[in-house]
């Protein structure tokens, strides 16, 4: 398996913007696909953001869609969430998430997860 570590959570006031990086090790990181999944407190997690090996293929829940932008450096293996105009309904733990294969948007279908990162947006 993949290890991933996600950093660069905090808190943001609304419309503002955050970047989080997830580093991944382990194994080439070009041959995964990559993720990213939200949990709030008392909520299931769900699906925001994927991208498939290359980088080309991307995938946004529409919650998110045209506000936050998921990219991938496979030379640094680090994917990255760009969050912008940032909601106090985006507050969450974010998981970076990791599959061999094409990018999906089921938690179910990823293998390697990391600890999270806590972000908050105040309003």
């Known amino acids: 398996q993949v290890q991933l570590v996600e950093s660069g959570g905090g808190l943001v006031q609304a419309g503002g913007s955050l970047r989080i990086p997830c580093a991944a090790s382990?194994?080439?990181?070009?041959?995964?696909?990559m993720g990213w999944f939200r949990q709030a407190p008392g909520k299931e997690r769900e699906f925001v953001a994927a991208i498939n090996r290359g980088g080309v293929g991307t995938n946004y829940a529409d919650s998110v869609k045209g506000r936050f932008t998921i990219s991938r450096d496979n030379a640094k293996n680090t994917v990255y969430l760009q969050m912008n105009s940032l909601k106090p309904e985006d507050t969450a733990v974010y998981y970076c998430?990791?599959?061999?294969?094409?990018?999906?948007?089921?938690?179910?279908?990823?293998?390697?997860w990391g600890q999270g990162t806590q972000v908050t947006g105040s309003s």
């Open positions: 998430t990791a599959r061999s294969g094409l990018l999906a948007v089921r938690d179910e279908a990823y293998g390697s």
């Open positions: 382990g194994r080439t990181f070009s041959d995964y696909a």
